[in-house]
């Protein structure tokens, strides 16, 4: 993929300099400095929002809800190992809160625990689920939206809920009907 990058960089780049070869420094410049003030509005958002799993983890917040969901967990996943769960539903929460590179460790994490526990219908779960990308608030594109002047960049909360939620919703139902009905699946404790 960087060499793709790499590639399309170029060609515009020779492409600028036969067409315009007066233009391109300004552009050059003209596009650092966006690309400077974009990066820097993105990291105030993705600091804000990490503050804020980081307190709702050290009151206690996080586990609290990973209790409360933990019953609808072990019937998703198919699983009674509370460290892939734990792991499992702490990475939904991150992607809930749209934040980014927070579920990937610890979907790796869970993903591993499932597979190490012969569960592979856990670990697909929680993959569709993390690449669905439920979001209850987009930081990044209200952040995008925002950085470009938008009036009003909360317009598009509610649509990506919606959005998100009916693409989990048939991720989840796929993985249901396409699961292996010879493999062996764990069994639950009531």
Same mark, same amino acid.
């Given at each position: 993929?960087?060499?793709?990058?790499?590639?399309?960089?170029?060609?515009?780049?020779?492409?600028?300099?036969?067409?315009?070869?007066?233009?391109?420094?300004?552009?050059?410049?003209?596009?650092? %400095?966006?690309?400077?003030?974009?990066?820097?509005?993105?990291?105030?958002?993705?600091?804000?929002?990490?503050?804020?799993?980081?307190?709702? %983890? #050290?009151?206690?917040?996080?586990?609290?809800?990973?209790?409360?969901?933990?019953?609808?967990?072990?019937?998703?996943?198919?699983?009674?190992? %509370? #460290?892939?769960?734990?792991?499992?539903?702490?990475?939904?929460?991150?992607?809930?809160?749209?934040?980014?590179?927070?579920?990937?460790?610890?979907?790796?994490?869970?993903?591993?625990?499932?597979?190490?526990?012969?569960?592979?219908?856990?670990?697909?779960?929680?993959?569709?689920?993390?690449?669905?990308?439920? #979001?209850?608030?987009?930081?990044?594109?209200?952040?995008?939206?925002?950085?470009?002047?938008?009036?009003?960049?909360?317009?598009?909360?509610?649509?990506?809920?919606?959005?998100?939620?009916?693409?989990?919703?048939?991720?989840?139902?796929?993985?249901?009907?396409?699961?292996?009905?010879?493999?062996?699946?764990?069994?639950?404790?009531?």
């Amino acid at each position: 993929m960087n060499g793709v990058f790499a590639a399309m960089f170029l060609l515009s780049t020779l492409l600028f300099l036969i067409f315009d070869p007066q233009g391109f420094l300004p552009a050059l410049a003209s596009g650092g %400095e966006k690309a400077v003030s974009l990066s820097l509005s993105l990291a105030a958002a993705y600091c804000v929002w990490m503050g804020f799993f980081g307190v709702m %983890e #050290q009151s206690g917040l996080t586990r609290f809800l990973a209790r409360a969901v933990r019953p609808a967990a072990r019937r998703l996943f198919r699983s009674d190992d %509370e #460290q892939a769960l734990s792991a499992a539903c702490c990475a939904i929460s991150a992607n809930l809160l749209s934040l980014p590179g927070a579920p990937t460790p610890l979907g790796i994490e869970a993903s591993r625990r499932f597979l190490a526990n012969r569960n592979a219908f856990g670990a697909d779960m929680l993959f569709v689920l993390h690449t669905s990308g439920v #979001q209850l608030y987009s930081t990044t594109a209200l952040s995008l939206r925002l950085a470009a002047g938008s009036s009003s960049p909360a317009d598009i909360v509610l649509p990506i809920l919606l959005s998100t939620l009916a693409s989990a919703a048939l991720a989840v139902l796929l993985v249901f009907i396409t699961a292996p009905r010879t493999a062996a699946r764990p069994r639950l404790r009531r």
